[in-house]
């Protein structure tokens, strides 16, 4: 069946980076978008970017530029997402999610999510 | 990116209907049908319930339905059912590959 299956919870100290794994099966990989999504603790969602497995290209949200890489290995159909220079403010629970519909604009399937807490 | 503005809650009774406006700009939400809504349990990932303003995913029961006027999306859920109790959040595309959520809505089933 499709899903998205990623790593395990992380913590980690103020300052330093984060790489979350986001590995896909059950369709073809290079055929959808992918986004990433995180929700702190309480609040509400926040969309941080999307990457296209085919070529690579990504987009970020203005917010995470420059702290935020996402990446690929179409050899393992697996996306990755790198936080850098880690602060309180990014402890939450980061989703990946396939894009769908015409432009790739909604999430039809979800990761478990992966639990990232910045503590020193 | 502002997020999408959502009543925080919503409430109805069981086989009541209920509704939650998303309300963007005409850089979002009036700018383009590329609207979205998911519901997500406590603990859970969210789930797409309404996707491009108005089309519901295969498995999503009709009693949820989706449309837009304006800058403003809204999710309606008819005969409401204690599973339909959860939060609900609505995105948008709002150009140069970006996009962006709503605050998101607690809807209560009496």
């Known amino acids: 069946q499709v899903q998205l299956v990623q790593s395990g919870a992380e913590v980690k100290k103020p300052g330093a980076s984060v790489k979350v794994s986001c590995k896909a099966s059950?369709?073809?990989?290079?055929?959808?978008?992918m986004h990433w999504v995180r929700q702190a603790p309480g609040q509400g969602l926040e969309w941080m970017g999307i990457?296209?497995?085919?070529?690579?290209?990504?987009s970020y949200a203005q917010k995470l530029q420059g702290r935020v890489t996402m990446t690929r290995d179409t050899s393992t159909s697996t996306v990755y997402m790198e936080l850098s220079s880690l602060r309180s403010e990014d402890t939450a629970v980061y989703y990946c999610?396939?894009?769908?519909?015409?432009?790739?604009?909604?999430?039809?399937?979800w990761g478990q999510g992966t639990m990232v807490t910045v503590s020193s | 990116q502002s997020a999408l503005t959502q009543p925080p809650s919503a409430s109805g009774s069981p086989g009541q209907s209920v509704t939650i406006s998303c309300t963007g700009t005409?850089?979002?939400?009036?700018?383009?049908?590329?609207v979205s809504w998911y519901q997500q349990h406590p603990g859970k990932a969210p789930k797409l319930m309404i996707y491009e303003v108005s089309k519901r995913p295969s498995g999503v029961p009709d009693r949820f339905s989706g449309s837009k006027s304006g800058n403003t999306a809204s999710l309606t859920v008819s005969g409401l059912q204690a599973e339909d109790e959860a939060d609900y959040y609505c995105s948008s595309y709002a150009g140069s590959n970006n996009l962006g959520f709503g605050t998101g809505t607690k809807v209560t089933v009496l």
């Open positions: 059950g369709y073809t990989f290079t055929s959808y978008y």
């Open positions: 005409s850089s979002d939400v009036g700018g383009y049908n590329y």
């Open positions: 999610a396939r894009g769908y519909g015409h432009y790739g604009d909604a999430f039809d399937i």
């Open positions: 990457i296209n497995p085919s070529g690579g290209s990504t």
